[in-house]
């Protein structure tokens, strides 16, 4: 596994959580690292991503909403999710590539609902 997701969970409407992803130096050093999201019956879409200069890039829907940044040191990258919605509700998943996702995590679940 060159890629672990953490800090999923449920939450209510309005509400906050942070992912994390770490990985492998070999992998954080070379790529993009970011995140995609997969909702039930629904193609597995972009959400953010982030250069390991800082440069970061989101999704209209959760700009001013969502942020993503890197550790390089830790190897570790955080999506904070503020505001949250149920249209939020997906697994999201930690990618890492350059051009394309090259590599994946598993996953970990995200529930908006009150």
């Known amino acids: 596994v060159q890629l672990v997701e953490s800090g999923g969970g449920l939450v209510q409407p309005g509400g906050s959580l942070k992912l994390s992803c770490i990985g492998s130096?070999?992998?954080?050093?070379?790529?993009?690292i970011g995140w995609y999201r997969q909702a039930p019956g629904k193609q597995r879409e972009f959400v953010a991503q982030i250069t390991r200069g800082g440069g970061s890039n989101l999704e209209d829907s959760v700009k001013g909403r969502f942020t993503i940044s890197r550790d390089n040191a830790k190897n570790t990258v955080y999506l904070q999710m503020n505001s949250l919605k149920s249209e939020d509700t997906a697994v999201y998943y930690c990618?890492?590539?350059?051009?394309?996702?090259?590599?994946w995590g598993q996953g970990t679940q995200v529930t908006v609902s009150s």
């Open positions: 130096e070999s992998i954080f050093s070379k790529n993009i």
């Open positions: 990618f890492a590539g350059y051009s394309s996702p090259k590599y």
